[in-house]
């Protein structure tokens, strides 16, 4: 089954590219414990640091738009991140009741 969000990003990814963007796909690979996404969910970031889609929220999703942006900087194909969050601090960083989240950031071209 395909899922009509996840192809929309994909598209304004091409469409990011076609205008000669660097773009960064950024995808949920593993979570424990309380994650706003599930596994699998997607954003998209350029070298501007426009960004569509969602991989959590709160400060975990600006971190990550930053690693993307980072990772084009630096010109490096890919990278895995990984944000682990105590209960006590949770809510800061968008993480609802404390958890982990695995985010793997790759340049698409």
Known sequence: MKNSFD????????????????????????????????????????????????????CVESAVVSECMSLIKDNKPCKKIEFKVSNESAWEVGLACGGEIAVYIEQIH
């Open 7 to 58: 192809e929309k990003i994909l598209d304004e990814a091409k469409d990011w590219i076609k205008a000669n963007q660097k773009v960064v796909l950024a995808t949920v690979i593993q979570t424990w414990g309380s994650s706003p996404r599930q596994v699998g969910s997607r954003m998209i970031v350029n070298e501007k640091g426009d960004f569509s889609g969602s991989v959590s929220g709160g």
